[in-house]
């Protein structure tokens, strides 16, 4: 089955900087790549998706990027603030329904 | 948007008593639901997809016995986590599939097993 890794495990920045977080996927049949933001003790908030038919996608401060070849995307995070700090997670899928595997997660935390 | 409702958030038990964690889609009909556990400061983990109108599918390491889940409509979704033991304490979350691949997630029920 897919098998999703995420790193860092811990990512700090400064406020102002950039930060990345890169996830691999091992089935190349998955095409639907969304992160998600979680704040201490509550759920999961979608802040961007991508699918395989493109290979970048930007919201604002957001990016996510994606390489089919390798089977990685990465999260980029510009000009981060304090409210970035959450835990990130990455995940993918086949679509259509089909279950997302997540990545273990990256604690954020931006200093200010 | 489209919002998941998931009761109650916080249930406190006895060991070998059964709890039932209800999962709604509020706006919108969900055939297919899924169901999380999350360890303290760890990944999702998926226990079984719900599907409406059968049996739910369950990873593999999760007892179907143990944790039963039904999917009587369109709308809503159970999990009872029956004869609760303290190692049953987690983080359980609920989530949908709204349009196309787009994941939303209920609150959280955290439950404690004492």
């Known amino acids: 089955g897919e098998n999703v890794e995420q790193h860092p495990s811990t990512l700090s920045v400064q406020e102002g900087d950039s930060a990345v977080i890169k996830c691999t996927y091992s089935?190349?049949?998955?095409?639907?790549f969304p992160w998600y933001k979680q704040e201490l003790g509550k759920r999961p908030q979608l802040i961007i998706d991508?699918?395989?038919?493109?290979g970048e996608k930007k919201d604002q401060r957001i990016a996510v990027t994606l390489n089919k070849t390798a089977k990685h995307f990465s999260l980029h995070i510009t000009e981060t603030q304090p409210e970035d700090s959450a835990v990130y997670f990455c995940?993918?899928?086949?679509?259509?329904?089909?279950?997302?595997?997540f990545g273990a997660g990256t604690i954020l935390r931006v200093k200010s | 948007g489209a919002v998941v409702s998931q009761h109650p958030s916080r249930v406190i038990c006895k060991s070998g008593t059964s709890v039932k964690i209800e999962c709604r889609s509020l706006?919108?009909?969900?055939?297919?639901m899924f169901w999380y556990r999350q360890f303290p400061k760890q990944s999702l983990m998926l226990m079984a997809t719900?599907?409406?109108?059968?049996?739910?599918?369950?990873e593999q390491g999760v007892e179907k016995d143990k944790f039963l889940i039904n999917h009587a409509s369109l709308t809503l979704s159970t999990l009872t986590v029956t004869s609760a033991h303290p190692e049953d304490s987690s983080f359980y979350i609920c989530?949908?599939?709204?349009?196309?691949?787009?994941?939303?997630f209920g609150a959280g029920s955290r439950l404690t097993v004492l």
């Open positions: 991508i699918r395989s038919n493109v």
């Open positions: 089935d190349s049949a998955s095409n639907y």
């Open positions: 995940a993918a899928s086949k679509g259509d329904g089909n279950k997302l595997v």
């Open positions: 719900s599907n409406e109108g059968s049996k739910a599918t369950y």
């Open positions: 989530s949908a599939i709204a349009t196309a691949n787009v994941l939303t």
């Open positions: 706006d919108f009909q969900a055939t297919t």
